[in-house]
């Protein structure tokens, strides 16, 4: 495995070394999905070249198996890029597992009138906008007027058709 880590180049070497708990442990959830996309394409680069060079061998050795032990280091590329991703997806899913509940907690206590409660790591994620300027900014866009237009006029002709009149 090591001697496999070395002779990867050095992008890859440290997308994967990137990945390990020390180094994810201090990584917000934004920087966590950053990490995500790197691994995740490194992945597919590892896993095409090692679909591509075994269908490329079928042919030569005569059978996919003995082209699958011509593949086997491409194959041990993807597996530690696999399991990359499955280290960065773990680290993601507790930290927006906790960010959902310091929101739940946020939003609970202004519903009830209480002022937010300390949380112990600082939230962040934007989840939702900081004043209610963008979301009336969004209801009077012009697309959604459209949006909301076509809705009325398709529940207007529904109507119609069942109560038998013509739609206009």
């Known amino acids: 495995m090591q001697k ?4 990867l180049s050095e992008a890859d070497f440290q997308v994967v070394r990137a990945t390990e708990p020390k180094q994810m442990s201090g990584l917000d959830e934004d920087e966590l999905l950053e990490l995500h996309a790197r691994v995740r394409r490194a992945r597919n680069k590892h896993v095409t070249n090692y679909r591509r060079a075994g269908a490329g061998k079928v042919g030569v050795k005569g059978s996919r198996a003995a082209a699958r032990n011509a593949n086997e280091r491409n194959a041990e590329r993807a597996e530690i890029f696999e399991d990359a991703l499955s280290r960065v997806s773990r680290q993601l899913a507790v930290v927006a597992r906790r960010s959902a509940t310091e929101l739940k907690a946020e939003r609970l206590a202004r519903a009830s009138g209480e002022t937010a409660p300390a949380t112990t790591a600082p939230r962040t994620t934007a989840a939702a906008p900081r004043s209610g300027r963008r979301v009336e900014a969004a209801r009077k866009s012009p697309a959604r007027k459209k949006r909301e237009a076509g ?16 739609a206009v």
Request: proline share 0%; net charge positive.
């Open 151 to 166: 809705s009325r006029a398709a529940g207007a002709r529904r109507q119609a058709k069942r109560d038998g009149k013509s």
């Open 4 to 7: 496999l880590l070395q002779s």
